[in-house]
């Protein structure tokens, strides 16, 4: 399956930085369990609200857990997340306009996971594997 992770840009931006750096998919707050929906095998595409797709890889299967920063101002709670094998960086982003012209959709870019059809998901994964 092939899913569209948005990165929480507006409300962390750290957590952007730290899936890339640390090649993984992450989610917090109250939709942090979405990433169980993630199965060994699933496609990931991440998505930076603004730039578009950043980053892809391949989900693990292992889900993890782990507290959010000790900060009181910054409270995420746990967070949920999967490493993430063949994690590629792009290097530069595919916008929403390229998203939507590649797939022939119009994918909901706000949620925290989107599942895209088989047949537009791998329509994406070639054209970012292919630049």
């Known amino acids: 399956m092939y899913f569209l992770v948005n990165t ?12 890339l750096e640390e090649q993984k998919v992450a989610a917090y707050y109250g939709r942090k369990e979405k990433i169980e929906e993630l199965s060994k095998g699933d496609k990931v595409f991440l998505y930076r609200r603004g730039l578009g797709i950043i980053a892809i890889g391949i989900a693990t299967g292992k889900l993890e857990i782990k507290e959010g920063p000790d900060n009181p101002k910054e409270d995420i709670g746990e967070e949920y997340f999967m490493k993430l094998d063949e994690f590629k960086q792009l290097k530069a982003p595919l916008s929403a306009s390229e998203i939507k012209k590649i797939t022939v959709t119009n994918p909901v870019f706000r949620h925290t996971i989107y599942q895209l ?15």
């Open 8 to 19: 929480n840009w507006d409300i962390r931006h750290e957590s952007t930085k730290e899936m």
């Open 117 to 131: 059809s088989e047949e537009s998901g791998k329509l994406l994964w070639d054209a970012i594997r292919a630049v």
